[in-house]
């Protein structure tokens, strides 16, 4: 279990001068050194920085999310983007540790470049807790909430396995950033394939839509026999779609991810086969009261907490959960 460090303000002021100026001016890490404390009393009021990883639809849902519920919590919080760079994100996390936050939310960009963020944080005596992954060594971290990735790639393997009937089918990938969640989804898809499904094209699009529709249009070029495309993201998504509407190409059925409501109307419409719905507003939700229930010191708090997801289709479309506050 991550112990909450102690933080006096002597020590405060100097991890704070050190990195305003040392760190701007020389590169170099906060000090080493922190003592194990106790709960924070419940008295004092929190203040949480959040840094977030960029700015498509679900990381702003997510924001949106932890603020309505930091608000009714009465914890402040803080926000930063990173906007897909880890060197921005560690900057960011560098900033919270100047504004002395209680504790530091990452939607990371890259979980190797994230090791560095979580050991300035441990050196400045400040909890880090992730969400939607949580892929580190987690004696080093206050906790997580998790989109439970893997299971997403296994069910939507699962879905296109029994979907083709056991046929041999050509199935496309268009990827999200590599370097984090979209890495694992990836692989557990392709590992839930079995024999029959062969993925004969994978190319990232890097979670933006109109970079997804360019690679669509290549993809239809390079492998016209494609039955089935996995798409990391419903936003993607939309613009897999649109090349395939272009390209007069109606027999391809897309798998996505997310549970927006574009992607679950989407669905319902027969333009997507399937989504999983994940939502940033459980994530956020999750993330600011277990920050708060492990900071207190409150009882029966999960350290790593999976958020729940469903697999929907045109049959239970109608019942799939809100996905923004």
């Known amino acids: 279990m991550f112990a909450i460090p102690s933080r006096s303000p002597v020590r405060n002021r100097a991890v704070a001068l050190s990195l305003a100026v040392g760190l701007a001016l020389t590169g170099c890490s906060v000090d080493e050194g922190s003592e194990a404390a106790g709960p924070v009393p419940s008295d004092k009021k929190l203040t949480v920085g959040f840094v977030n990883g960029n700015s498509i639809e679900f990381h702003t849902c997510l924001q949106r999310s932890m603020q309505a519920r930091a608000t009714k919590a009465g914890v402040t919080l803080l926000t930063a983007n990173s906007a897909m760079d880890p060197a921005k994100e560690l900057s960011n996390i560098d900033d919270m540790i100047v504004k002395d936050v209680d504790a530091i939310v990452v939607q990371t960009v890259n979980i190797d470049s994230l090791e560095g963020g979580i050991s300035r944080a441990n050196r400045a005596g400040i909890p880090i807790f992730l969400t939607s992954v949580a892929s580190v060594d987690q004696s080093k971290i206050l906790g997580a909430v998790v989109t439970d990735v893997q299971k997403v790639g296994r069910d939507l393997g699962a879905w296109l396995v029994e979907d083709s009937k056991g046929k041999s089918v050509e199935v496309g990938i268009v990827g999200g950033a590599p370097g984090a969640a979209a890495d694992l989804m990836n692989d557990a898809f392709k590992k839930s394939l079995g024999d029959a499904a062969k993925v004969v094209f994978d190319q990232p699009a890097l979670w933006q839509r109109a970079k997804a529709q360019d690679v ?110």
């Not at 649109?242 to 991810?257: C, V």
């Not at 999983?276 to 956020?284: A, D, E, I």
């Not at 350290?303 to 923004?324: G, H, L, Q, R």
């Open 216 to 325: 669509a249009d290549n993809m239809l070029q390079a492998r016209p026999d494609i039955s089935y495309v996995f798409v990391h993201n419903e936003d993607m998504a939309f613009g897999v779609l649109a090349a395939f509407k272009a390209a007069g190409r109606d027999d391809i059925k897309i798998l996505t991810n997310g549970g927006s409501e574009a992607g679950v109307k989407a669905v319902s419409a027969g333009d997507f086969a399937v989504t999983v719905s994940n939502t940033p507003k459980s994530v956020g939700e999750m993330a600011i009261d277990n920050v708060v229930g492990l900071l207190r010191g409150a009882p029966g708090v999960q350290k790593i907490a999976t958020v729940p997801d469903t697999v929907v289709t045109s049959e239970n479309a109608s019942e799939a959960p809100p996905y923004c506050s």
